[in-house]
């Protein structure tokens, strides 16, 4: 069974408005921890924002923000005001394992494009 | 600051010829280390882990092999290379101690097999 469900293939948003990149993930495990990740067309895989099970806040990191929605068991990463440097495809990612070895699990991805 | 360097960046082979991608890091001891691959369009998959020198473990069978031959290098193998081992291929580190919040992936090597 799929850990992490990325739904959209692809999205598009104008410059400067914000988007939803949504992430749904299934775990039996109480602790557990998500990412997301941006690859650009080069290819290198860049993280951008984490966020633990037991965090109370949302995770925020400049125009990156995570809403956790625990119960839902939901991990969508919004973009504030998109820019065109943007344009990539962005990955959530689940930690599994949390005593001796963890790995990372990841989505699909989505396409994001950026248009001015 | 902690780096990983992954070489070559690109590499055609052809079938049936062995394969060695190499992967470093710097700045950092006893880093949990992954190799990943990710086929065209599509998400990564965990292909191998190491938690230390010389312990390798294999998350699918598959025509490749991994060593971890140092505390701070990964190498990703095949004797027989494979028109399906194509595809993009990304080393990870880790922290080994600790719930792991972020891991951090080297530049990746694209790989066709022809």
């Known amino acids: 069974a799929q850990k992490i469900t990325q739904t959209q293939p692809g999205m598009f948003v104008q410059e400067k408005e914000a988007v939803t990149l949504d992430c749904t993930y299934d775990t039996s495990d109480p602790s557990y921890g998500l990412f997301w990740y941006k690859q650009p067309s080069s290819g290198e895989m860049i993280f951008l924002i984490y966020?633990?099970?037991?965090?109370?806040q949302n995770a925020t990191e400049g125009r990156y923000s995570l809403n956790f929605q625990k119960a839902r068991k939901s991990a969508n990463l919004v973009i504030s005001a998109s820019q065109l440097g943007d344009s990539a495809m962005y990955f959530c990612?689940?930690?599994?394992?949390?005593?001796?070895?963890?790995?990372?699990?990841f989505g699909t991805g989505t396409r994001l494009l950026v248009s001015p | 600051s902690q780096t990983i360097h992954q070489w070559p960046a690109t590499l055609v082979q052809p079938v049936g010829s062995p394969l060695s991608l190499e992967c470093t890091v710097e700045?950092?001891?006893?880093?949990?280390l992954y190799w990943y691959r990710q086929a065209a369009g599509r998400g990564l998959q965990l292909l191998f882990y190491s938690v230390g020198i010389g312990q390798i473990s294999s998350e699918v069978p598959q025509n490749l092999s991994a060593s971890r031959p140092q505390d701070r290098q990964f190498i990703l193998s095949s004797k027989k290379l494979l028109l399906s081992d194509s595809g993009f291929y990304l080393c990870a580190w880790s922290v080994l101690t600790g719930l792991i919040t972020e891991a951090f992936f080297g530049q990746g090597t694209r790989l066709t097999v022809v």
């Open positions: 990612a689940m930690r599994e394992g949390n005593t001796g070895f963890q790995k990372l699990v």
């Open positions: 966020q633990g099970s037991y965090d109370q």
């Open positions: 700045g950092t001891s006893n880093p949990n």
